[in-house]
């Protein structure tokens, strides 16, 4: 046994997405601070879809991006294509989304991890938690190297006893080509968490050049850019414009299909394609093949991201499946299968990809496979991600049960302010979900827990109108500056931007005399023409933020009017000396819940499954009975 003589205020143990924002939101709020990988070549590794944002995740990586965190920035930094989805709909569901170069967005992190104040960057394998009276006090290594610590993080993603599946070939690994994890579980257990199992998956990697792209749908990137960090100015974007094309490349002066300059105005393109009838039978056939449908794998999978088993079972009416091909990166002929994930054997994968419309010559480079893990059941949690058996030790990321770059991100952002701040002495920030979707995230795992990977949505958000992805700077940058995470001279543009918009708001009701209607006075605004008020200085973004305003206002004033009733439940905290065995007439079930939860406020027990407003008022009645019994 050694012990590393620098002693740690963070430790943070798994370098993925969680483990990422964790560490560097810990350590640019002061704290001294260890991020510990398995492999150092693989910090910020994009495991499946090399892709950020998406519906409701879109939502997740600007509020990462508003607080201080760095997933939009890299997005921004090294995207290939961006769009904003749903803008059909009202501006409550769109959704920014961006494919990735894989390797260029992991580097990124690699680099600025490395050169990160405060940060030290080491390769090791948690092998087990040193703690002592339910208090954690740093970590060993499977090397006997001990590093101790006043807190620690654990982000260890799918690697807890990872075990891959493809067909009847079982692997031990967290992902391909990477080991697993096979101790930290026990240690986990000895300090009182409870796990369980849980598995995900990832389609085929295909070869570009073997793909018939001319019989796919081009998807191209959306103009201008929706980027994803509000602080884009202090980044320089690359736009691989350096590439030309030999004249012989192109016919009919165009870039050919599916090449990896058929980028339309910088940006690489993806392309849409079908699964066919023989597709559905082909999984038919083999079925009895798969791990999942033969009893080899015990995780349950992610209900919104289904296997193409599942979708040819669950599915059987359907005649095809959307499949999405998509570049992994800029400097690779790698080609993600999106909406083909699957564990059959790999020699009925390579039948099986033939059967894709364009993809009748093509070649998998990377057979797709399953992967089950152990996680921590959330509400096991605070809603500071602080462990309710362990004193300071946090969970963030897959561990606690959840799916996606996203969910994983925002975690990992809270587990480590969190984290510093109690090594600082200080109260833990926790958002609400009127506040933000990462406190609708936190709020829903560790007070309805979950059995299956969960995955962001925007119908999970009551006041999802209010949580837009336009106005999360808006909502979340003050605390982000508070807390010492978002730097002044980003804070300062949204004091500007708030101000322009009240200042534009203001005019506008003064202007708004009967003589022009709400509809002409929004075109007007928007044509930048002749208001009355001259507005030619306005940013599109706060445009925007002005017209969702005006047209949604009556929508957004009741959903405030709700919160803020709301809110008194949220803020009134359940003491620590309530005995749930001792409130009469508290229904059993509930009674089970609430010892086992142990909610922070009346408007967490509102919303465990199995509590009851009666039995939330037999709580509140108690909590007055024994404030007089603790004043005699």
């Known amino acids: 046994m050694f012990v590393y003589p620098k002693r740690y205020d963070v430790i943070v143990v798994g370098a993925g997405h969680a483990g990422v924002e964790a560490a560097l939101a810990a350590s640019t709020m002061g704290c001294q601070s260890l991020l510990l990988s398995i492999n150092l070549d693989t910090i910020g590794q994009m495991s499946c879809n090399p892709a950020i944002g998406g519906l409701a995740k879109g ?64 390769q090791g394998q948690a092998a087990k938690l040193l703690h002592k009276d339910r208090q954690v006090f740093g970590i060993e290594t499977n090397l006997g190297v001990q590093y101790l610590g006043t807190t620690v993080v654990i982000t260890t993603g799918t690697f807890l006893r990872g075990l891959m599946h493809i067909g009847p070939a079982q692997q031990s690994g967290g992902r391909a080509g990477e080991s697993a994890a096979l101790s930290l579980s026990d240690s986990l257990k000895e300090v009182g968490l409870e796990l369980g199992r849980l598995k995900t998956g990832t389609p085929p990697r295909l070869l570009r050049r073997s793909i018939d792209f001319a019989r796919t749908q081009i998807q191209p990137g959306d103009e201008p850019i929706p980027y994803f960090s509000y602080w884009k100015d202090d980044m320089f974007h690359v736009e691989h414009s350096d590439l030309t094309p030999a004249e012989g490349n192109r016919p009919n002066g165009k870039y050919p299909p599916g090449s990896i300059l058929s980028r339309l105005n910088g940006q690489m393109a993806c392309h849409i394609t079908y699964t066919t009838k023989a597709t ?92 089950e893990y152990d996680f921590a059941f959330p509400t096991q949690l605070d809603s500071s991600l602080e462990t309710k058996v362990c004193r300071n030790l946090f969970l963030g990321g897959q561990i606690n049960g959840t799916s996606g770059y996203e969910e994983a991100g925002a975690q990992g952002l809270m587990a480590g302010i969190n984290a510093a701040r109690r090594v600082q002495g200080l109260e833990p920030v926790v958002l609400r979900r009127d506040q933000a979707y990462i406190g609708v995230l936190i709020d829903d795992l560790i007070t309805k827990g979950t059995t299956e990977p969960y995955r962001m949505f925007t119908s999970r958000a009551e006041y999802r109108l209010m949580l837009r992805q336009d106005n999360a700077d808006l909502r979340l940058s003050e605390t982000g500056h508070r ?29 708004r005399d009967g003589t022009l209607s709400l509809a002409q006075m929004l075109r007007r605004l928007l044509r930048y023409n002749d208001l009355p008020i001259k507005n030619a200085s306005l940013s599109e973004d706060v445009i925007q933020q002005i017209e969702i305003l005006f047209k949604y206002a009556g929508y957004i004033n009741r959903q405030e009017a709700e919160a803020g009733k709301l809110r008194g439940m949220e803020e009134k905290r359940i003491p620590d000396w309530i005995d749930y065995n001792s409130i009469p007439s508290l229904r059993t079930e509930a009674r089970q819940k609430l010892n086992t939860i142990r909610p922070m406020t009346l408007g967490q027990a509102s919303r465990i499954s199995g509590v009851s407003p009666a039995d939330v008022s037999l709580v509140v009645v108690w909590m007055k009975r024994g404030a007089k019994e603790e004043l005699a």
């Open 483 to 511: 807390i010492g995470l978002l730097p002044i001279r980003n804070y300062q543009k949204v004091i500007e931007k708030r101000q322009a918009i009240e200042r534009e708001l203001e005019r506008l009701e003064r202007t």
């Open 280 to 371: 559905a039978e082909m999984v038919r056939a083999n079925l009895h093949k798969s791990p999942m449908y033969s009893g080899a794998i015990e995780g349950i999978g992610p209900r919104y991201c289904p296997s193409i088993e599942d979708k040819i079972v669950k599915f059987a009416e359907k005649d095809r499946h959307q499949i999405f091909l998509e570049p992994e990166g800029i400097a690779t002929d790698e080609i993600y299968v999106n909406g083909f994930s699957t564990c059959l054997p790999f020699e009925v994968q390579v039948d099986l990809v033939k059967t894709i419309v364009g993809c009748e010559n093509a070649e998998i480079m990377r057979p797709a496979y399953a992967v």
């Open 59 to 122: 939502h997740l990586a600007r509020e990462i991006d508003a607080l201080g965190g760095e997933m939009g920035k890299a997005t921004d930094m090294t995207g290939l294509q961006f769009r904003m989805l749903n803008t059909k709909k009202g501006p409550s569901v769109w959704a920014p989304r961006a494919q990735c170069d894989k390797k260029a967005y992991q580097l990124r992190l690699k680099w600025i991890c490395e050169r990160k104040e405060n940060l030290d960057v080491k």
